[in-house]
């Protein structure tokens, strides 16, 4: 994590970037609960902040005049660093990409179909950034790494539905776990980013 003065608490009361990550970190409380302390001390955030940021952005997900998905995070996380073009098939999609403080060497990604529709919503590395090296169970650390870096060091893995809203589950084998032995796996994502690794 960055201490990046962009991660300070904002003087304005309004949903912004800052109240975004405290979003982010509601759901990973659950998993990393000692991850998430550090990171709202970085922010100069308390848990009742956290709790409140999320039950504004779960209004405003869920208020029958809600923006649509797309056009919501471009008004609480203002305009994407970065847009791509991807092909998806027969379509050409949009990706938007937002800086996340927390993490500098990560960003929020947003997949839209033509039309707008939110495909996907989750952390990515930035391209050209070195992400951590993948080879045993054991560097498979809390937050170290994305959906899409286990997904490759560990191919093929198999996609699971995910135990809750914003949640991903990778199931795999690995050459070698803390036994010492190969063993099959489950990594559990939150947003794109690590939070742990069942048997």
Same mark, same amino acid.
């Given at each position: 994590?960055?201490?990046?003065?962009?991660?300070?608490?904002?003087?304005?009361v309004?949903?912004?970037?800052w109240?975004?990550?405290?979003?982010?970190l509601r759901r990973?409380?659950?998993?990393?609960?000692?991850?998430v302390?550090?990171?709202?001390?970085?922010l100069?955030?308390?848990?009742?902040e956290?709790?409140?940021?999320?039950r504004?952005?779960?209004a405003?997900?869920?208020?029958?005049?809600?923006r649509?998905?797309?056009?919501?995070?471009?008004?609480?996380?203002?305009? *994407?660093?970065?847009?791509l073009?991807?092909?998806?098939?027969?379509?050409d999609?949009?990706?938007?990409?937002?800086?996340? *403080?927390?993490?500098?060497?990560l960003?929020?990604?947003?997949?839209?179909a033509p039309?707008?529709?939110?495909?996907?919503?989750w952390l990515?590395?930035?391209?050209g950034?070195?992400?951590?090296?993948?080879r045993?169970?054991e560097d498979?650390r809390?937050?170290?790494c994305?959906?899409?870096?286990?997904?490759?060091?560990?191919? *093929?893995?198999? *996609?699971?539905e995910g135990?809750?809203?914003?949640?991903?589950?990778?199931?795999?084998?690995?050459?070698?776990?803390p036994?010492?032995?190969?063993g099959?796996?489950?990594?559990?994502?939150?947003?794109g980013?690590l939070?742990?690794v069942?048997?």
């Open positions: 994590m960055s201490s990046d003065s962009d991660a300070r608490r904002p003087s304005a309004s949903f912004g970037p109240q975004f990550q405290l979003v982010l990973m409380a659950d998993h990393q609960p000692g991850l302390e550090d990171a709202l001390a970085e100069g955030a308390d848990r009742a956290m709790r409140e940021a999320n504004r952005w779960q405003m997900v869920r208020s029958p005049r809600a649509g998905s797309l056009q919501r995070y471009r008004s609480v996380l203002g305009p *994407p660093e970065q847009v073009r991807r092909r998806i098939g027969d379509l999609c949009e990706v938007l990409c937002w800086p996340v *403080p927390l993490w500098p060497d960003r929020f990604e947003v997949l839209a039309g707008g529709q939110v495909w996907n919503e990515v590395r930035v391209p950034a070195t992400g951590p090296r993948l045993t169970v498979l809390p937050w170290c994305t959906v899409d870096e286990v997904a490759r060091a560990f191919a *093929p893995a198999t *996609p699971m135990t809750a809203p914003t949640r991903w589950r990778l199931a795999f084998s690995a050459p070698d776990s036994g010492g032995e190969p099959h796996h489950v990594a559990e994502f939150t947003w980013l939070q742990r069942d048997p």
